[in-house]
Structure formats: structure tokens, C-alpha cells
């Protein structure tokens, strides 16, 4: 139903991609895809299916994935110009 796109108290959800990273007895690991990115999205979707959100890490932004990145680390961002 999340892959197709939601409605949520009048909110329209476009489709999203969820699929499971890893599994456990007490846990469950989901890598999300956004189209949107709405204002709390994810923690809206996953309260109208009482997913428990224990945490959420945004693993990429665009084009830009956070790698090897430390929490407070930083790393400049190379431009590349059209040629």
C-alpha cells in the first residue's frame, strides 16, 4: 500500500520505496525512499501502521550520501562545472 501512495488525515502521500535492510527478534531495520520529503513523512506513515520508531537516520540527501561520516564530521563538497 506505501509503494502505491497513501492518504493520511487529507494528506496525500506520494508512492514511497520501503523495503528491509535486516531483521531481528526485537527489531526491524527499513531503508525508506522519499519522493517528497513532507514534514514528517516517515514518523506520520509509520504511526498510521503503529510502527514503532525507535530511530531515523537520514543515510542520503539527493545525490549526496553521508559514506563513512561521523556524527558532527564534515566534508566539503567537490562542484563539479559542466564541461
Known sequence: ???QGITIDNMIYKKIKIKIDKSNKNYTWLIVKLREGKNREIRNIC????????????????PYKL?????????EIKVVENA
Not at 504511526?47 to 539527493?62: A, C, E, M, P
Open 1 to 3: 500500500k506505501i509503494n
Open 67 to 75: 559514506g563513512d561520516l561521523k556524527e558532527g564530521q564534515i566534508e
Open 47 to 62: 504511526k498510521y501502521f503503529s510502527w514503532q520508531i525507535v530511530k531515523l537516520i537520514r543515510i542520503q540527501y539527493g
